[in-house]
C-alpha cells in the first residue's frame, strides 16, 4: 500500500497555556517543561464529523482523485457522537461517496490511525483508493478540572488516501487489556427492570494515569519500532523519518535515545497541536508532508501508542 495523499482539520481556536492559567492552577512554565505543550486547539462547534469530512475533502483535493474511486473507508476515533453510525458511514454521506463501499470505525485510541493502515492494506478493493482517517473531539471527554489531563488534548482529525501498491509496507501492532491506566466510560445504562440495577459505572469524562501512560509509552514505542523495522529489513538509521503518536514530547525524546536515533528525525507538532489521540499521526503526517519534508522513496515509520492499551507501528515508503 501506498499513501498518495494528506489533508488534516482542526478547530480555529488555539488555547494557550497562559489561557489555561487563568482558570486553572497551572502555568505555562509547568504545562510545556513536563509536556513539551504551548497550545492546542479546541472546539466551539466542531465535531469529530465535521473535522473528518474537512481533512477528508483536503485529502482528495491533493490526491486529485473523483471521489466516486473510493472504494473503503476507515476512521479511527474514540470521540464520535454516536455509538452508531459510525462516522465513515456518515462521511460516505456526507462526502458523496459510492453506496457500494466498505466502511466502518476503529476504536483503537491514540493507536487507531495505526491500526486502520494495517487494516486497509488488506482491504482495499482492486482499482480503488482507500480513504483512512484519525478524528476526535476530545474536549467533549476531558474533564477540565483535572490540570494534569486537561492541559493535554485538543481537538483535530487527519487523513489520507492510500492505493494499492507493490511499495513496501510493513505492520506490527498489540494489545495489553487494561482499564484502570487510561478510559474514558460510556453513558450510564437505561434502566432494565428484568436485571438488578448496576453497582457503578466508569466516569464518562476521560481518566489518565500519567506515569503508568509514560512507562507503557515508552516500552511499546520501543520495542513496535525495532520490530517493524527488522520486518522491513531496515537499520534504524536508514530510516528517513519517525512520525509517532504526540502524547508528549518527553516521551519521544526517552525513546529516540533509547533507539539511539538522532531527534532531529522525529517530526514533532505536539507544541502546538496537543494530543488529538487516533488525530496525532495523520495530522503530524499532513504537517510534514505540507512542509515538503517528505520526498519520493524517503522511508518513514509511524508509531503509536494509546488506551486499550493498544501499540502498532508502520513501515512504508513515500
Given at each position: 500500500m501506498k499513501i498518495i495523499s494528506t489533508g488534516s482539520a482542526a478547530p480555529e481556536l488555539a488555547v494557550t497555556n497562559e489561557?489555561?492559567?487563568?482558570?486553572?492552577?497551572t502555568s505555562d512554565e509547568w504545562i510545556f517543561t513536563r509536556t513539551g505543550i504551548r497550545s492546542r486547539r479546541i472546539s466551539t462547534?466542531?465535531?469529530a464529523l465535521s473535522m473528518a469530512a474537512r481533512a477528508a475533502e483536503n485529502a482528495i483535493a491533493a490526491a486529485g482523485i473523483d471521489r466516486a474511486e473510493i472504494g473503503l473507508v476507515v476512521c479511527a476515533s474514540v470521540t464520535n457522537e454516536y455509538l452508531t453510525p459510525s462516522l465513515a458511514c456518515l462521511l460516505q454521506r456526507d462526502l458523496g461517496l459510492p453506496e457500494s463501499i466498505l466502511a466502518f470505525d476503529v476504536n483503537a485510541a491514540c493507536s487507531g490511525f495505526i491500526y486502520a493502515l494495517g487494516i486497509a492494506q488488506q482491504l482495499i478493493p482492486a482499482g480503488k483508493y482507500a480513504l483512512l482517517l484519525g478524528s476526535e473531539h476530545l474536549s467533549?471527554?476531558?474533564d477540565y478540572s483535572d490540570r494534569s489531563t486537561c492541559v493535554l488534548f485538543g481537538d483535530g482529525s487527519g487523513a489520507v488516501i492510500?492505493?494499492?501498491s507493490d511499495a513496501p509496507f510493513h505492520f506490527v501492532s498489540g494489545a495489553r487489556g487494561d482499564s484502570g491506566v487510561l478510559y474514558i466510560g460510556a453513558s450510564p445504562p437505561s434502566p432494565n427492570p428484568f436485571a438488578?440495577?448496576?453497582e457503578s459505572s466508569p466516569s464518562k469524562l476521560l481518566h489518565m494515569d500519567g506515569q503508568g501512560v509514560f512507562r507503557f509509552a515508552v516500552e511499546v514505542m520501543v520495542k513496535s519500532v525495532r520490530e517493524v523495522a527488522s520486518r522491513a529489513g531496515k537499520a534504524l538509521g536508514e530510516i528517513t523519518h519517525f512520525v509517532c503518536h504526540q502524547a508528549n514530547s518527553r516521551i519521544i525524546e526517552n525513546a529516540a535515545t533509547r533507539l539511539g536515533v538522532p531527534l532531529e528525525r522525529f517530526f514533532m507538532n505536539i507544541e502546538t497541536r496537543g494530543n488529538t489521540s487516533a488525530a496525532s499521526v495523520p495530522?503530524?503526517?499532513d504537517e510534514l508532508n505540507a512542509t515538503g519534508g517528505l520526498r519520493r522513496?524517503?522511508?518513514?515509520i509511524l508509531a503509536g501508542f494509546g488506551g486499550g492499551l493498544t501499540y502498532?507501528?508502520?513501515y512504508l515508503e513515500w
Open positions: 489561557m489555561f492559567s487563568r482558570v486553572l492552577d462547534g466542531d465535531t467533549r471527554v476531558t492510500a492505493e494499492k438488578p440495577p448496576p495530522i503530524a503526517l522513496g524517503d522511508s518513514v502498532g507501528a508502520i
